[in-house]
C-alpha cells in the first residue's frame, strides 16, 4: 500500500515509518519545524519504499502538489504542533497546523479519493477525567488547552468529513507516548536528559497529575491496525493501561539514572493543567486485536538507556531556539 504520512520526522510519525517502511511504500511529508528531525529516519534513508517531500499542510498549493505527484492509496495524518505548554505561550500556530492544516489534508485527500485515511488525534480531547470510569470513544470532548481544543477540533473536522463525504476516515485517541526520538520538551525525555545533565527537574504543581503512558512502538501497531482494520467513522482510544502520577514517573527515572532526589524542583502549575487522563481501550481490543505489549518498567529502562547511547542527538536538538523556549516556559515559573 502507498501511505502518505504526515509529521514522518516527528518523535511518533518517525518510529511509525520506521516500522511500515520494510511493508509499505511510505511518503513522508514534513514541514520539519523544531520538533522534525532526518535524524530520526537515518536507518530507512535511501531505503526504495521511502520518499520525503518537504512541505508545510497549510499551504494548500504545496499539500495539492505532493498529492498530485505519489498519488497515495491511504493517508495518516499526524503532523502537528503537539507540545501543549507551548500552545499555551504561542498559541497561534498550533491552531493554524492543528486545525487548517488538517482541514487542507482533509480536503486533499477528498480530491483524491483516498481509500483510507487515519486521523491521529489524543485522549487529551476528553479533558481531564475525574469520574471513577475510564473515558471510552463516546465520552464528550471538553478540551482545555489551545493544543488539545485544535486537536478536538480537528477530530470532529475529520469524523464530519465520514458523516458528510462518506470519506473513509478513521480516528485515533491515543494516550502519553514515550520512548526513543522523543524530543526534551516532554515529560520523561525532559527528566531524563536534565537529570543525566544533573539539572534541575521542574515538576508542576504538586506533581500528583495522572498520564497513562504508552510505548510509542505499541502506538504505531495500534494506528496500523486501524489501517488495516478499523470500521470507516469510528473512533478508537490508544491506551497504554498504565496510569502514574508525574511524582512516580520521575521517582523512577532518578532510580534508573542513578541520580538524587534533590534535582526534582515545585514550579509553578501548568495554567489549565488536567487533573488526570484515563481511557478504556476495549473498543480496538476487540475490533483489530491489538493490545499494548510493552510493560512500563521494561520501556522506561529503554528508553532511559536510548538517552544514555544518544547524548549526541539530544545536544543537537538542545541548540539555541530550544534554550529560548526553555527560558520562556521555566525562566518565569
Ligand atoms: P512531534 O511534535 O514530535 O512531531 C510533529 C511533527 O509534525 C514534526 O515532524 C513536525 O516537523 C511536523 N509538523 C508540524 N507542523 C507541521 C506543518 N504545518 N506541516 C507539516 N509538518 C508539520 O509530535 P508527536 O509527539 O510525534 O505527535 C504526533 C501526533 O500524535 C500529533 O498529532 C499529536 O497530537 C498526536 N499524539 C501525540 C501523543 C504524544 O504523547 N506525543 C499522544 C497522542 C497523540
Ligand atoms: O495525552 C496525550 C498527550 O500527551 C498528547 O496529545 C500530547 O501531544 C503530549 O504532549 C502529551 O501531553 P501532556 O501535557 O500530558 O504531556 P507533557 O509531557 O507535556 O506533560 C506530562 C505531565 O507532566 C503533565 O501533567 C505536565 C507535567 N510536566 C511536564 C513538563 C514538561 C511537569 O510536571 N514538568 C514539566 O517540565
Not at 485544535?150 to 494516550?175: F, I, N
Request: glycine share 6%; hydrophobic share 35%; net charge negative.
Amino acid at each position: 500500500m502507498k501511505i502518505l504520512v504526515t509529521g514522518g520526522a516527528g518523535f511518533i510519525g518517525s518510529a511509525f515509518v520506521r516500522l511500515t517502511a520494510p511493508v509499505h511504500s511510505i511518503v513522508n511529508l514534513d514541514k520539519l519545524t523544531y520538533a522534525g528531525n532526518l535524524d530520526n529516519l537515518k536507518s530507512i534513508e535511501g531505503h526504495p519504499n521511502y520518499t520525503f517531500a518537504k512541505a508545510d499542510i497549510c499551504d494548500a498549493a504545496a499539500v495539492e502538489a505532493v498529492f498530485a505527484e505519489h498519488k497515495p492509496e491511504a493517508v495518516v495524518h499526524f503532523a502537528a504542533e503537539s507540545h501543549v505548554d507551548r500552545s499555551i505561550l504561542s498559541p497561534e500556530p498550533v491552531v493554524a497546523t492543528n486545525f487548517m492544516g488538517s482541514f487542507q489534508m482533509l480536503e486533499a485527500a477528498k480530491r483524491h479519493g483516498v481509500s483510507r485515511y487515519v486521523h491521529v488525534s489524543t485522549d487529551e480531547v476528553y479533558g481531564s477525567n475525574d469520574e471513577p470510569h475510564d473515558a471510552d470513544e463516546s465520552w464528550p470532548l471538553i478540551a482545555s488547552s489551545p493544543y488539545s481544543s485544535s486537536k478536538a477540533g480537528s477530530d470532529l473536522l475529520a469524523l464530519s468529513y465520514y458523516k458528510t463525504y462518506k470519506m473513509p476516515v478513521v480516528v485515533t485517541r491515543a494516550s502519553n507516548n514515550y520512548g526513543p526520538y522523543q524530543f526534551p520538551e516532554k515529560l520523561i525525555p525532559l527528566m531524563i536528559s536534565n537529570a543525566l545533565d544533573d539539572q534541575p527537574l521542574p515538576i508542576y504543581g504538586d506533581g500528583q497529575q495522572v498520564r497513562d503512558w504508552l510505548y510509542v512502538d505499541d502506538h504505531c501497531r495500534a494506528i496500523l491496525s486501524v489501517l488495516e482494520k478499523g470500521r470507516e467513522g469510528e473512533v478508537y482510544n490508544v491506551g497504554g493501561s498504565r496510569a502514574l502520577a508525574n511524582l512516580d514517573v520521575v521517582h523512577r527515572i532518578l532510580e534508573i539514572t542513578g541520580k538524587p532526589e534533590s534535582l526534582m524542583v515545585r514550579v509553578k502549575d501548568r495554567p489549565g493543567h488536567d487533573r488526570r487522563y484515563a481511557i478504556t481501550s476495549e473498543k480496538i481490543e476487540k475490533e483489530t486485536g491489538w493490545k499494548a505489549r510493552m510493560d512500563f518498567e521494561v520501556g522506561l529502562k529503554a528508553t532511559v538507556d536510548w538517552y544514555v547511547a544518544n547524548r549526541e542527538w539530544v545536544s543537537r536538538v538542545k541548540s539555541g531556539a530550544y534554550r529560548d523556549y526553555y527560558s520562556q516556559n521555566y525562566g518565569a515559573r
